[in-house]
């Protein structure tokens, strides 16, 4: 799912207006969180949420803290409990869902054994690499390796095809860089050349540290650097990767041989076992350049960066001096001051790697089938509303309009956890052997995508596993999808009043549901084809609208010099904007959205608009902010409230706010679309 941007949110539970009274519910509004001497048209950020900020620490294990935060830290440990109570049964029966989870977690958390190992199990391929001889020789053994779940310069994944998002098909994407975008490599300001700094010193450790000499560790590892920064002049930018058109490129795998003839993509497709006559090229340039560079670059150079990146890959699952290594550079771009604890490391790799079998565990001991059925409630409650506003839409046709209705009827809703779960019946789990359970799990990913080639697409599958934080949109299967280890407090919480809970997780659902009407998601129809279904002015007149939203995102300033960058977070930007309107119109439908009801002497419309800014409040290490800001599509926090509410007439009556107020604006400027 390499398209979806996966950190926003959302969601649980609740259709049926809340009938506790006022003391029950002061406990799900944090009301000492808040700083009273800020005006709330001035930072509403700031006015909800600036006790807790003043007084909020991060752990030094984390990049941040907030919402998101904490609720992440619960499901760790609900899984943790989950883990430690199957891997302390040493009979659980061969080939189950309970023996393959136990056994792998108790795997890593064997790190007695991981240390005894060192980097022996990386030897084999290191010492292939060695051998090499010429580039046709390195790509030839990076098509092996591939199916060991090690690929390395061919960046790809199966999905559907999105002129025919009803089959299946290869696509290709930009690889080769270890930073985090193209710009990594060019800027001159002190943070980004100290980044790269670093990255050579990363670099020259990793070889060290596989036998390598001091002299010739440092040349190779500045050669790395050269290397990827020629990498890097091929990529597209964040930006440009969030054009669809742009970003289709399919072509028959004989024409992908004359753009990139050097690699043999037939003989290479063979060796890694993918039978196909077509592909999609994401980015074609890079593989453009990546012939090029294979035949103009010293086959010294290419091996070097094929050991670093192959250590890289593995380092996570190999000794501690590897894994400090990999911290250390890590912390460059997170802030990070320390590595989580091992037990952290490994529910994490736990839920990555074996996803549905731990999946099946989560659901059944924290996912009860009524949370299930209030949350589909309340997603077609949220669809409602939104079916509503379109049909009100003062700048869009009848005909255009309709389109938009067919799509949005047609949302394929996934809540909680899949319909059918998958077994992993070839992967084979030892409590002894941590590296070769990773590549089990590896090869069967790999066989399990290439598989996928050619045929139908399976709208029954996931691409987040039940456990986790987070919730997405994905326009060729036309589908919302809120898994079960989001859907819980403080996005949502059964005892509250409905304005927190749809301030909360109405907001995001409706933002979820904005995603398949954003600048991207607008063209993609019903079925998830790529097509264009609008009338040319309705289109132009969305796109005039939608320069309004960056030209106001672009005026936020985040750090030092730093503005948010409006054309990387339109997608998102226009998703909270059009949520914030959803949900406030679902929250208008409920007996309290309907009455004067005051709860800790806030009105229910008030209660509403503080509840989406605490679910959203959060502090951030200044390393991770400027990470985000290049790479993210996603407006920092604080700006995903501000910019919603600057925008929206009924948070304007709520508080009062006037022209005096900083975050006024004028009728005409306000974003309007959705």
Known sequence: MKKLHLLLAGILLILASCKNNGDDNKQFFDKAGMDTTVQPGDNFFRYANGGWIKTSKIPDDESGWGGFYTLYEENLKKLRTILDETSAKKDNPKGSAEQKVGDFYASGMDTMAIEKAGYEPLKPMLAKIDAVKDYKELISLLADNAKEGDGDLVGFYVGADERNSAKNILILYQRGTTLPEKDYYTKTDPITVNQRNKLVEHATKYFEMTGEDEATAKTGAASVLALETM?????????????????????????????????????????????????????????????????????????????????????????????????????????????????????????????????????????????????????????????????????????????????????????????????????????????????????????????????????????????????????????????????????????????????????????????????????????????????????????????????????????????????????????????????????????????????DGFTPDQRFFLGFAQAWRSVNRPEIVRTWITTDPHSPDEYRVLGPLSNFEPFYKAFGVTEKNKMYRQPADRAKIW
């Open 231 to 599: 990498i890097a002049k091929s990529h597209l930018t964040p930006v440009e990767q969030r054009d669809p058109i742009r970003n289709y490129n399919k072509m028959s795998v004989a024409d992908f041989e004359k753009i990139s003839p050097n690699v043999g993509w037939k003989n290479t497709f063979e060796k890694m076992g993918i039978k196909t006559d077509s592909i999609n090229v994401q980015q074609p340039k890079y593989y453009e350049a990546l012939s090029t560079l294979l035949a103009s670059q010293p086959i010294a150079v290419w091996k070097q960066k094929v050991k670093f990146d192959y250590i890289s890959d593995n380092a996570s699952l190999l000794s501690k001096a590897f894994r400090d290594e990999r911290f250390a550079f890590g912390k460059l771009f997170s802030g990070a001051k320390t590595q989580p604890e091992r037990w952290k490391k490994m529910v994490s790799m736990s839920d990555n790697g074996l996803k549905d079998l731990l999946g099946q565990l989560f659901v059944e001991k924290y996912f009860p089938p009524e949370a299930k059925k209030r949350m589909d409630e309340l997603v077609n409650n949220l669809q409602a509303a939104f079916k509503a506003r379109i049909s009100k839409l003062d700048w869009m046709s009848d005909s255009t309009k309709q389109k938009a209705q067919e799509k949005l009827a047609a949302f394929l809703k996934k809540i909680g956890y899949p319909s059918k779960w998958k077994s992993y019946d070839d992967v084979v789990i030892s409590r002894d052997h941590f590296y070769d359970n990773n590549r089990s799990i590896a090869k069967h990913d790999y066989k399990e995508s290439i598989d996928k080639i050619g045929k139908p697409v399976d709208k029954t599958e996931w691409g987040m596993t039940a456990p986790t934080v987070n919730a997405y949109y994905n326009p060729t299967f036309n589908e919302i999808v809120f898994p079960a280890g989001i859907l819980q407090f403080p996005f949502f919480e059964m005892k509250a009043d409905d304005a927190i809970n749809y301030g909360g997780i109405g907001l995001v659902i409706g933002h979820e549901m904005t995603h398949g009407f954003d600048d991207q998601g607008r063209q993609y129809d019903a079925v998830g084809n790529l097509k264009d279904w609008w009338l040319p002015k309705d289109g132009d007149m969305f796109k005039t609208k939608t320069k309004g939203v960056v030209n106001q995102y672009n005026q936020f300033l985040v750090l030092d010099t730093i503005h948010v960058n409006g054309e990387l977070t339109l997608g998102e930007n226009l998703a909270d904007i059009g949520g914030l309107a959803i949900a406030y119109d679902a929250f208008k439908m409920t007996d309290q959205g309907k009455s004067d009801m005051k709860i």
